[in-house]
């Protein structure tokens, strides 16, 4: 085998673990599909003294001392938001690090600066975690690139498809939110996920694929979640339908039409049918037709695996 490839953590919470644990459990299945060595060398937090189960896997609370280490080949960023993580991927691209990520805040927000610096310093940015996690939408979206979008429609926030499923069973809206951040499906602030910005993230981030140029979050129409009553529930399911967050986009002949908001969907429908963190995203294209994807589109290991799909990709290239 040829030579090692150093991967080094810049965060280590859900996402983060998860990605630490799978180098430590299947380091061998990772190696055989990279086709070399792969070494996770270090990871970097915000709190040192966090209580973690990583073994002895190195931990900093300097990210540029990974950044700097010449033994580290590919940076993945699992912090979230856009500070530091957006000087963080600068930095790292300065240093001809590649870089995976699961941000789909930062990719959103700064497609076309983040490409330009990965094609400035001739490495990867790759962030098939960042939309769907485990689903390969995004390799998928890659691959439609000769056919003409017409529709993208489905589910793309787990929590916001929990709270509506919640409330089916006669939660209030307010009620199926505290339940969903016990469960550690939404956050302490639920703002990203029940007012749509994540929702809108990846939407933004199939856009751009599909259209081949960057398509910006603040394009994408959103309606909250909150608010939603018991009545309007009730009133779908008497109509066979249920309420769902829906993100869709039209490609129109002129301009491109992309909201995120409740809507009612067939109970039939894969969206009538998820009720959880699975994420179900339709798109219809002039040459491929209609191809419809389901699968866990959150959680650790879900994201993980989407991460080291794209870690294996870099290390395969890797001359
Ligand atoms: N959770 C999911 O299911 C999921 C699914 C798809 C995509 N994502 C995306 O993946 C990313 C990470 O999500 P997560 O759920 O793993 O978040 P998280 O649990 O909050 O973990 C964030 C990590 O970043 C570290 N961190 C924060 N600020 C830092 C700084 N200034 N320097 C170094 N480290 C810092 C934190 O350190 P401490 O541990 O010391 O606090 C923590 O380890 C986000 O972009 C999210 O949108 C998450």
């Known amino acids: 085998m040829s030579t090692q490839v150093g991967v080094a953590l810049l965060g280590l919470g859900t996402v983060g673990s998860s990605v630490a644990r799978a180098f430590a459990d299947r380091g061998k299945r990772l190696d055989a599909a990279a086709g070399r060595p792969l070494r996770l060398v270090g990871a970097a ?11 002895d896997l190195a931990v900093t609370t300097d990210p540029f001392r990974l950044l700097d280490d010449p033994g580290i080949h590919i940076v993945i960023e699992v912090i979230g938001g856009t500070s530091p993580a957006r000087d963080l991927h600068f930095a790292a691209f300065e240093r001809g690090r590649h870089v995976v990520t699961a941000n789909k805040e930062l990719v959103a927000k700064e497609w076309n600066a983040l490409h330009e610096a990965a094609k400035l310093a001739k ?4 962030f098939e975690a960042a939309v769907a996690a485990a689903i390969p939408l995004i390799a998928a979206t890659r691959m439609l690139a000769a056919s003409r979008p017409r529709v993208v429609r489905g589910l ?14 006669g939660l209030g809206f307010d009620a199926a939110l505290e ?3 016990a469960k ?14 994540d929702a809108a993230y990846k939407l933004s981030i199939l856009i751009s ?17 909150r608010g939603l009553s018991a009545d309007t529930v009730k009133a779908a399911s008497s109509r066979d339908a249920k309420v769902r967050y829906l993100a869709t986009a039209d490609f129109g002949e002129r301009a491109t039409k992309a909201r995120v908001g409740p809507e009612e969907v067939p109970i039939a429908s894969p969206e009538g049918a998820a009720d959880g963190p699975t994420n179900v995203v339709t798109i219809e294209t002039d040459l491929a037709g209609r191809l419809v994807f389901s699968g866990p589109g959150a959680g650790g290991d879900a994201t993980a ?4 799909g794209d870690v294996i990709a870099i290390a395969r290239a890797m001359r």
């Open 209 to 225: 694929l599909l259209e081949g140029r960057h398509f910006h979050p603040d394009n994408v129409r959103r309606t909250t979640l």
């Open 184 to 197: 550690g499906y939404a956050e302490a602030d639920p703002t990203a996920d029940v007012d749509g910005f």
């Open 45 to 55: 937090v915000r709190d040192r003294r966090k209580a973690r189960d990583v073994g």
């Open 123 to 126: 490495r990867e940015l790759r």
């Open 305 to 308: 695996s989407a991460i080291l």
């Open 156 to 169: 793309l926030n787990g929590t916001t498809t929990y709270i509506c499923s919640r409330m089916e069973s």
């Open 179 to 181: 339940e969903a951040i």
